[in-house]
């Protein structure tokens, strides 16, 4: 008996182990951004090419090359070209954004969201004002963050803890033992120890 | 600001033993129950008890709802759904949440439509009624069911009959059930009436597809279709014996397109005809012989309906009526039966009408009446000579011209005669006549509504209007433009001066009642149904019907409305028929504008002028009404293709530009799609704690919740609707994502309730209920990144869209919520009220939105602070309070939504709910009525004893004067 659930358990592991080699570990995606006033057909352009592992989330830019940001503005005439970002992925997302965006001044962070297929179906990028030092030119790659985020697990209610019933072959309750009372010496020794303390002290007045 | 926050603290506070109090409940609330439009064959008078001569109403209406309605004031007695659950409105399929896999919808179509039918013998005590698999008996008088029974592999029941049982009626019943049941082959059943148990059946194994059944006094007939490659249109006649049910002979007919089956205790009959009739073939069954009747008249239109009555007297010959419909106009030929013979010859032609007419059967004494309703009178016709016995006028014409009618006749003396008559019109309401009067009449049009919209009272505007002027304007102009206003106002002075003593003293005597209806405002809901009424209900007066109107061409097609209502005009737009806009104070039309354009939604955006409608079409792309009416320049729309594949952000104004798509992977479906209501007030932007530090919630506009379903599991994304960002999404595994999973949106928070696991360790499922608020920042006093940015900034610029701090919690409820929706108040200062459906109590109710606080202590007591903010011990189920019920011990059957408004009250909002079948309106006041005088106050006592002071003062004070002076003079 003993033997095979041994045995069944073993089986389990293997499969288990099987799953985890077929699974591909390490996902990559393309970003893609477009102008919003262009022709449908066009594909955009390549932003960002992003690995990323499905099981601790973690991701490595292969490429990122942002829109230019001065001359793509002076070029349209307005002051904020908007820009869909897209994903290479079937069944795939977009977002808006707008080029200011991609402004030196600010760290872009893109972020991934995973389907429950591994792949990314939606990207999105954001901004914050840089804290530390005023920009300098540099790799645009150190500037863009990347995080990948699947969908939080529910909030699920939280139902009260009791310690399971504990039944015998009859189906009636085996009364558990209730927990062992502490003596009286054990509840208040501190109390004696005290009296003990102060009778002691205060003996020497005579 | 911070008044507004301390006041909503301190409601919040209060607010915590609200209920319905017994002196308010049928009060303040009003509810229609409905049975849905009653159908011509299962509509009858009938009388429930042998002992007593009293008759009910009953009806299977187009709901597939059994019903009884007591005559006498049109109060329903009993109802029972024939369905489980209620039939979905047609025009909401689309985004009903389950859709039959192919497997099912390949059943569906194999067994075709579910056919009702109801069929009731005198003096037996019950009814029977039959709808898709199942035959039931139901009590009359009470409705309970006897028993039922369901025919099997679900096939549905073709046909059923009463037939006396022949056996000993003190032991069983003195009728029997026979029942057609099948698809290729059918099956006739004979059970007993009192038990159902099966006396005989008959199989008929040549595979013909089982069409009707029909009994005389002596033999019982069953028709099946014959399969199209065999013989087209031919029906096979097969007469049973009764007391086995053994085949006795059998004939095959060739019949038209339309087939009618007639039994009479003497004789019975099929009828056929094209579909644009010249003559009718009729046998009677038993015989070879086809009679071929003559319908035409000369000069008169196409014949588009032709319909048959059966006058059935015990003695023969049997009499039908067939009402022959044109454009124009209507009139009927009667003709005789003769059983021996088989032959049936005309007796004589009912005049020509040029209007709508119904016909309706009576028999007294035996022999049968006809009785005919047009709009202006009701006629009686004697059936032996065809004349008129007597006549009535009609005090009100029908809504939509007459549907069809059941006609109650007695005759007292030699030809006195009373008359009842149960009209079903066109337009959906149940009306009932004694005498050409109307007694009572049913709005179950309402059973179909769609769309609903609140009308506010537009009279105050005009004045608001000048005002704002006078605010605008040069001080001279605004002087000038004053008096003008003054002079005219002049005019109505003496009319004003004439009324005054009434309205003096009827403002002393009014009741509590009447001063709250000021309170709130002359609100009106309009509502619109699938079908094309539109109706305007009062909320002040229980709900009664203002005005109703049948939309132009309207036609029986459910179609999506989509209503709008500005400046006291309702504009109503309707799926491929055009735009009516009503006046909504008297339901007038102004215009209507016919267009065929196909739409699943409307979306009102502001205009440059006035405000623009787009139309959403299927696959969502947003079209205007017209091509020159654009929106504002930078409106942003969010819509959604009907296959509920795609969730899509527009740009739109003087060209559409779509900004982002949010799709659902392969297998997975988007269900749902929630904003934050368009009146949506926040009274204060953060919550205080107990330490007077405060959080600061999310407050963005532009927030939409979607609810995206795969097989056995579904996610919840919040998207920002101008970028398409996901700022949060959480996956329910192992839930029920079949039911559907409502959701709410508002203020800084979102609730959603679903059936699903309540662990992922524990495969046991329950209903829950979860809610998520939004911050700003989990710290208390930091706003987060939003508290460095300036005051204005768009949604595009950098830095702008950030993720909010969510906290979540979820609870165990009891019943499952099919439908959500959110108290609206004027402020947004009292607290709010979570308006929930329950559809298996037939219920609705009002959980307070601080039960559901997330922040509740859990597996703790609270500590000071926390009891100080209000919260308390968490509790993992939520307990649905009796005192929650708004609809209190009311039966609201199938509503599908629920809709709020703010009243001139900010303590008050409007309740209304609609949708499968019934209405319901109420009104709640969430943090109890804190800005109106209590039961205790009495005006007239007030006034009392302030006159009655007044007088004391008026009669001491000389008193009090003189004995000052005299004392004065004493020193």
Redesign the interface.
Known sequence: MRVSLFAAAALMLQDVHAEVTILPQLQSVDIFYQLMRSSPDDKGSLLAFVKYNVSSLESTLLSYSPPATSDTATELGTSHPLFRISTNTPDGSTTVTSLSTFSPTYTQTLTLHLRDDDLVFAASISAEPLVLSPPTPQDPKTSLKVVVVRPQPAPTPKLNVRKPVVVDADGKEVPQEPEVEKTLFQKYWWALALVAVLALAGGGDK | MRLNALLSLFLSSISSVHSILADEAYHIDYHHALLGIPQAETTFFHQPSASSNASLLYTISEKAIIGAVNPKDGSVVWRQSLADPLPEPASVVEEAVKLPDEEQQKALRSIGPAKAGLLAEEGSGFVVSYYGSAVSAWDAMNGKLAWQRLMPQGQHVKSALLIPSGRDTSSSSAVDVLVLHGTEGGTVTRLDASSGAVVWEYEDRSGASPRYLASTKNSIYYVSEQSAVLAANSMKIVSLDTENGREDKGHVLKVDEVVTVTSCPNAAFISGHGRSPRSMKVNVLGSDKVNTLNLERSNDGEIEAVSILPGCGDSSPSHILVHVQTRDGAWAEVFNIDSESAEVRKAYSLPYLKAKDAFAVSIIDGKPHFTRITDVEIELYSFASGIVVARWPRNQPSFGGPGHAQAEVVLRGQSNYAIRISEVATGGEWTLMRNGELVWSRPEMLAHVVAAAWVDDVSGEALAHELDFEGHENPLRAYTHRLKRHLRDLEYLPAWLQQLPSSVTSGLLTSKAETEKGLLGHKLLVVATSTGQHVALDPAKAGAIKWKRLAQAASDEARAVSLYVHDGVVTSYVDRLGIMTINATDGRDISFDQSDAHFTGVIIAPGPVAPVAYRISRDGQPNTTAISDVARDGTYLVTRSASGQEVQ?WMVGRSN?K????????GSRITNVVARPAHDPVSSIGKVLGDRSVLYKYLSPNLVLITST?RD?F???LLDS?????L?????QDADTSSPIPSVLSENWFTYSFFG????KSPSK?H?L?I?ELYESPIPNDRG?LG?SSANY?S????S??KPHTI?????ITQPISHMSVTQTAQGITSRQLLCTLPDLNAIIAIPRYLLDPRRP??RDPTREEIEEGLFR?S??LDLDPKFFLSHSREVVGIQKIISAPTLLESTSLVFGFGGLDVFGTRVTPSKAFDVLGKGFNKLALIGTVAALGLGTAVLAPMVRRKAVERGWRL
């Open positions: 952000g530009i900004l982002w798509t949010f799709s659902s992977a392969a795969k599991s996610t919840i994304y101008i970028t398409g960002t996901i949060y999404s959480a996956t329910h696991t309540s662990d992922a329950c829950q979860v998520v990144p460095s768009s595009f610029s950098p830095g869209i950030t979540t919690q979820s609870f165990v859990v597996d968490y993992p189920v």
